[in-house]
């Protein structure tokens, strides 16, 4: 009966101990310290992958190549991460990005580590243990996209269309501001292109004349 009862203290400390820890994590997550840590820490991923890639000697091709394709491959990860884990309503990733849906102009990220915690495993895998050309290069390319990315949606809901100068810019902009209102198109930030690839790209919609 005893150890029965031990258990059950077990079990409710673990469920006490989880539903502080999450409540902890939700906070920092919101916090502006935590939001502008992770940006720098996002920075350092570009530098520190970099350096790593630059002590192997590399010829200029390899990391030109490496770094595009690094890029390139960011650009498909952040539309599925986007569309299939940020915006699955059984994921542990939606309610975050649910937060930032219904106060976009608010400071919301994941935990300041996390770029570094999960690229870095990637690293050892691919150029310490399989030795894969360039993959230090790649990965400097792939968190510049995440960099990149990360600039871009910080700047669509700080600074106005009509503030940006170039009309490519602009369509970003548009693209992203209808993301927000239909939620399930226009998943891409960095670019449309995986959109037009997976049917999930709307234009915006024009303005029906006043005349009309
Ligand atoms: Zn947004
Ligand atoms: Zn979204």
Same mark, same amino acid.
């Given at each position: 009966?005893?150890?029965?009862? @031990? +258990?059950?203290?077990?079990?409710?400390?673990?469920?006490?101990?989880? &539903?502080?820890?999450?409540?902890?994590?939700? @906070?920092? &997550?919101?916090?502006?310290? =935590?939001?502008?840590?992770?940006?720098?820490?996002?920075?350092?991923?570009?530098?520190?992958?970099?350096?790593?890639?630059?002590?192997?000697?590399?010829?200029?091709?390899?990391?030109?190549?490496?770094?595009?394709?690094?890029? /390139?491959? /960011?650009?498909?990860? +952040?539309?599925?991460?986007?569309? $299939?884990?940020?915006? =699955?309503?059984?994921?542990? /990733?939606?309610?975050? #990005? +649910?937060?930032?849906?219904?106060?976009?102009? +608010?400071?919301?990220?994941?935990?300041?580590?996390?770029?570094?915690?999960?690229?870095?495993?990637?690293?050892?895998?691919?150029? @310490?243990?399989?030795?894969?050309?360039?993959?230090?290069?790649?990965?400097?390319?792939?968190?510049?996209?995440?960099?990149?990315?990360?600039?871009? #949606? #910080?700047?669509?809901?700080?600074?106005?269309?009509?503030?940006?100068?170039?009309?490519?810019?602009?369509?970003?902009?548009?693209?992203?501001?209808?993301?927000?209102?239909?939620?399930?198109?226009?998943?891409?930030?960095?670019?449309?292109? $995986?959109?037009?690839?997976?049917?999930? #790209?709307?234009?915006?919609?024009?303005?029906?004349?006043?005349?009309?």
């Amino acid at each position: 009966m005893n150890e029965l009862g @031990d +258990e059950m203290n077990l079990a409710a400390r673990a469920r006490q101990i989880g &539903s502080v820890s999450r409540s902890l994590a939700n @906070d920092m &997550s919101r916090s502006r310290v =935590n939001y502008w840590a992770a940006y720098l820490v996002d920075w350092s991923c570009v530098f520190v992958f970099g350096y790593l890639g630059w002590r192997r000697h590399p010829s200029w091709t390899s990391i030109l190549i490496s770094s595009v394709v690094g890029l /390139f491959v /960011f650009s498909l990860v +952040e539309y599925c991460i986007h569309r $299939w884990l940020f915006h =699955n309503k059984k994921s542990v /990733f939606y309610p975050l #990005h +649910e937060a930032h849906h219904n106060q976009p102009e +608010e400071t919301a990220s994941g935990l300041f580590p996390t770029s570094f915690l999960v690229l870095m495993p990637f690293w050892y895998l691919l150029a @310490d243990v399989l030795h894969v050309p360039g993959a230090s290069f790649f990965l400097c390319g792939f968190s510049a996209g995440y960099v990149y990315f990360g600039t871009l #949606h #910080h700047l669509e809901h700080t600074v106005r269309i009509n503030q940006i100068p170039y009309r490519w810019l602009q369509g970003r902009w548009a693209a992203h501001s209808v993301h927000h209102r239909i939620d399930e198109t226009n998943f891409g930030v960095m670019t449309s292109f $995986w959109d037009y690839v997976f049917r999930t #790209h709307q234009k915006q919609r024009k303005r029906k004349s006043l005349a009309a």
